[in-house]
């Protein structure tokens, strides 16, 4: 409207001058003079708005460079810039929510990890303490805060066993004796990077308490078993002594038989039970040797019934005949009295590098979850008369070589327990285990 009014004025004017000079020539360099000017005034006023709302817009592109999400443009236009204007707006109301969760996120995650009794102490690439939670500051320094020290000075407290697991990043379990009593911690650490950049993560718990309450447990359940046994062993074995004395006034041979022959069976009974706690509880080290696998199978087989599901492997492995065949021994007669008809009792060996999987599998009933989580625990047992030592034992003989042993129910139906066993070479080291 100005810009038309303006071009209308100059026309007029310049029609004016023209005919009051009589010079179309001056007429219109009188024109350009008016009409120059002007037209730069009306530009600048004409733009003046758009340019405030373009300077607006770089102006808090420049604050959300610098994380300043608070900055919001007004705008009355109605053309291309309004548009821009609501794509901002609507941008730095995106990252002020986005900035909001992450800011509680954070804020709930540092509440966990400082009430958390899990001693944790985070470093950078040159080994400086840059976090550090309230449970890592009362442990290592009285409360004190850590950030800046290394980590050498930050756990100088610590006893040595655990100093040196640190520094060397050794994670595991470790006795530490002094005090009253020996304390158990476990050490746990994780390197991952961060901006780019490498970090050290140390998570250091102690397990002395939750020792303790597995050990009476323990405890408990193992005097609960023994007293079970020894009661259901001594109280007929009682109660037939009686007998056996009232019988010994007459002549009844065949009843005072029977009653002795039951005690000689019961404590027959006890007498296995005590050997069985026995040989757990003194498990010799494996003695390793050369086994040639058809000639192990084939004596492996005189002492319990399988079918060999792949044929023997000719390269020699290196065990404890004699412990592994126990472990085997046990593993079968479990198949057999899992419910499984004696035809899918399977074994198989095959070589899985660096060592030897072996594997026993039936068509049984299976494990419940319940059970699988608790089968490889000692003195737990779903027999009525079972002493909760066999699998236990399997696994003691097995994880005594540096191997693994697990327990997985089959697809359809049974159960598949497989042992690992390393070369002696790799002994000691761990392995995935197929089921």
């Known amino acids: 409207m100005f810009a038309a009014a303006l071009v209308a004025v100059s026309v007029l004017l310049t029609a004016l001058v023209a005919h009051w ?8 360099v009188l024109g350009l003079v008016v009409t120059v000017p002007a037209a730069l005034w009306l530009g600048r006023r004409i733009a003046r708005p758009a340019t405030r709302t373009v300077q607006a817009v770089a102006d808090g592109i420049a ?4 994380r300043d999400f608070s900055v919001t443009i007004s705008s009355t236009r109605d053309d291309e810039l309004a548009t821009l204007v609501v794509a901002y707006n609507t941008l730095g109301s995106t990252l002020r929510e986005e900035r909001q969760s992450l800011y509680q996120r954070e804020l709930l995650l540092d509440t966990v990890i400082q009430s958390t009794p899990l001693a944790m102490i985070l470093t950078n690439q040159s080994g400086a303490v ?28 610590l006893a040595e066993p655990l100093r040196q697991a640190m520094l060397e990043r050794a994670e595991g379990l470790y006795t530490v004796v002094g005090g009253d009593d020996p304390q158990a911690w476990h050490l746990s650490c994780r390197r991952f990077v961060l901006n780019t950049k490498p970090h050290d993560l140390y998570l250091l718990k102690q397990l002395t308490r939750e020792f303790a309450r597995q050990e ?5 359940r193992v005097i609960r078993v023994i007293a079970h046994e020894l009661n259901n062993s001594l109280a007929p074995i009682s109660s037939l002594a009686h007998s056996g004395l009232l019988l010994t006034e007459g002549p009844q ?24 706690y026995a040989r757990f509880a003194k498990l010799p080290q494996p003695r390793i040797d050369a086994v040639d696998w058809a000639r192990f199978l084939a004596t492996l087989a005189t002492a319990v019934e399988f ?10 492995a ?3 005949p004699a412990q592994i065949e126990q472990v085997l021994i046990n593993l079968l007669k479990n198949a057999h009295e899992g419910g499984s008809p004696a035809s899918d009792v399977e074994l198989e060996v095959h070589q899985h590098a660096p060592g030897w999987v072996v594997q026993v599998r039936d068509r049984g009933s299976g494990m419940s979850e319940a059970v699988l989580r608790q089968a490889l625990l000692p003195f737990y047992s779903t027999k009525p008369a079972g002493t909760g030592l066999g699998l236990p034992l399997c696994r003691e003989i097995v994880e005594a070589h540096g191997g693994r042993l697990a327990l997985a129910n089959r697809p359809k139906g049974g159960l598949a327990v497989t042992v690992w066993l390393p070369e002696p070479e790799r002994r000691g080291h761990s392995a995935a285990v197929g089921s």
Do not use: C, M
């Open 216 to 220: 009476v447990a323990t405890w408990k």
């Open 63 to 66: 604050g959300i460079k610098d």
């Open 318 to 320: 290196h065990f404890d």
């Open 307 to 316: 079918r060999l599901a792949a044929p023997a492997p000719r390269e020699r």
């Open 253 to 276: 041979p065949p009843q005072l038989r029977r009653i002795f022959t039951t005690i000689e069976d019961r404590a027959r009974r006890l007498h296995e039970f005590i050997d069985g």
């Open 130 to 157: 840059i976090y550090s939670n309230v449970a890592a500051r009362k442990l290592l320094a009285g409360g004190r805060k850590l950030e800046g020290r290394s980590l050498d000075r930050a756990i100088a407290t």
């Open 21 to 28: 000079l009589a010079s179309p020539y001056y007429a219109a």
